[in-house]
T-cell receptor, first 114, second 114 residues
């Protein structure tokens, strides 16, 4: 089955700096890679996703890159703000439509230092 | 209703008791997923339904666990003879978004087995 590894497990950055979280996956058939943000006691919420037919996607301060050859994808947050503090999870699935089961990474606790 | 509703939000039970959780998914989508999230970990896939049919079950779903989705609407997840290791957040998810490309999670049911 799919295995997703995520690094680092914790990350602290100064407000205004950039944060990068990296994930690797094992199943070469995976083709959909979402990122979720989870605040304490709340549900995971999708913040951005990427499909295997593109290498990069950007939405305001958030961007995701995908390297299918290396089976590696990353989340980039620029100009970090205190409200970015949360746990971030990467995930992978075999579906192009995100409605197949997701395999999640173990999460990164991001702390933005004011 | 534009969200996924789960009930109860919290459940404390004694070891050995049975518990049942309910999920009301986004109504226009025929798929429904159950995940389990333990403290400090990412969600782990348990099972999913397409309409009333349970199409896949994870090996995490021991014979003490059973899930149903009568009439393809709401779903229930029952755990019999609960153990302390069952303590976790149980999350339900529906496909969402314009093309069902997003896995939209409910707020979850937090189970504590004492």
């Amino acid at each position: 089955g799919e295995n997703v590894e995520q690094h680092p497990s914790t990350l602290s950055v100064q407000e205004g700096d950039s944060a990068v979280i990296k994930c690797t996956y094992s199943d070469s058939a995976s083709n959909y890679f979402p990122w979720y943000k989870q605040e304490l006691g709340k549900r995971p919420q999708l913040i951005i996703d990427i499909r295997s037919n593109v290498g990069e996607k950007k939405d305001q301060r958030i961007a995701v890159t995908l390297n299918k050859t290396a089976k590696h994808f990353s989340l980039h947050i620029t100009e970090t703000q205190p409200e970015d503090s949360a746990v971030y999870f990467c995930a992978a699935s075999r579906s192009n439509f995100g409605n197949e089961k997701l395999t999640f990474g173990t999460g990164t606790r991001l702390t933005i230092i004011p | 209703d534009t969200g996924v509703s789960q009930d109860p939000r919290h459940k404390i039970t004694k070891r050995g008791q049975n518990v049942t959780f309910r999920c009301d998914p986004i109504s226009e989508h025929n798929r429904l997923y159950w995940y389990r999230q333990t403290l400090g970990q990412g969600p782990e896939f348990l099972t999913y339904f397409q309409n009333e049919a349970q199409l896949e079950k994870s090996r995490l779903l021991s014979d003490r666990f059973s899930a149903e989705r009568p009439k393809g609407s709401f779903s229930t997840l029952e755990i019999q003879r609960t153990e302390q290791g069952d303590s976790a957040m149980y999350l339900c998810a529906s496909p969402a978004g314009a093309f069902g490309t997003e896995a939209f999670f409910g707020q979850g049911t937090r189970l504590t087995v004492v």
